[in-house]
């Protein structure tokens, strides 16, 4: 049974360009939250989506945003890079339970560099 | 939700017991207590959570104050294996609650051969 999943592993990209990071959930899951950790730090809540729907919403611009599809995979995009987005980017997947109480499943992340 | 505190690092030896403590004192009745690791190079792993009682399961134990106010996550033999960021975080049961989950800095913990 495969875990979390995402790609790419690695991204360089260049100050105003966009990206787009993806998501593939464990399997039987169907909440899918995403995180920035910046280097020596904690991740940070960036949103979670369900039933293709953003729920819930961390301290973070516009310039994020995200799409979950019918198959619980989502994705995470971001426009008008700047050079402070360069972090770890975490998928994580769970059931979802209405309490928000119980084990959340990680992936590896996408580590993206801005230049 | 409510903020938790952690030692900044740790180091124990290779096949001791490990008390990684976490203090919590304004944690309201409905706060679980989770915690979750974080190895090199890999996203985070959930370790264990509880509520007031004290749990085990395969990779740890966690011990819970009468008081709630404070709990420790024991690693009853530590290996090298172990050596990661842990972090406890508090989360609010409640069927307005997603699954945010607030990490701070966390523990680092390094293991000795």
């Known amino acids: 049974d495969a875990g979390v999943t995402q790609s790419p592993t690695h991204l360089i990209k260049t100050r105003g360009q966009q990206v787009t990071l993806r998501c593939s959930p464990k399997?039987?899951?169907?909440?899918v939250s995403w995180y920035q950790q910046a280097l020596g730090q904690g991740p940070q809540f960036i949103f979670q989506?369900?039933?293709?729907?953003?729920?819930q919403r961390g301290n973070f611009p516009d310039r994020f945003s995200g799409h979950q599809f019918p198959n619980y995979s989502s994705e995470l995009n971001v426009n008008a890079l700047l050079l402070g987005d360069s972090a770890l980017y975490l998928c994580?997947?769970?059931?979802?339970?209405?309490?928000?109480?119980?084990?959340?499943?990680f992936g590896p992340g996408t580590r993206l560099t801005v230049t | 939700d409510a903020k938790t505190t952690q030692p900044n690092s740790m180091e124990s030896n290779e096949e001791e017991p490990v008390h990684l403590p976490c203090n919590h004192s304004?944690?309201?009745?409905?706060?679980?207590i989770h915690w979750y690791r974080q190895l090199p190079s890999q996203g985070p792993e959930y370790v264990i959570h509880?509520?007031?009682s004290n749990v085990n399961n395969r990779m740890a134990s966690l011990a819970i104050a009468e008081d709630r106010k404070s709990s420790t996550l024991i690693l009853h033999r530590a290996t090298l294996r172990d050596a990661a960021v842990y972090y406890c975080?508090?989360?609010?049961?409640?069927?307005?609650?997603?699954?945010?989950?607030?990490f701070g800095q966390g523990t680092t913990l390094q293991v000795k051969p």
């Open positions: 994580a997947s769970r059931i979802f339970t209405g309490t928000g109480v119980g084990e959340q499943y």
């Open positions: 399997s039987g899951h169907d909440t």
């Open positions: 989506y369900y039933e293709e729907e953003e729920r």
């Open positions: 304004t944690i309201s009745g409905t706060d679980y």
């Open positions: 509880g509520l007031t």
């Open positions: 975080i508090l989360r609010r049961r409640g069927s307005s609650n997603t699954g945010k989950l607030i």
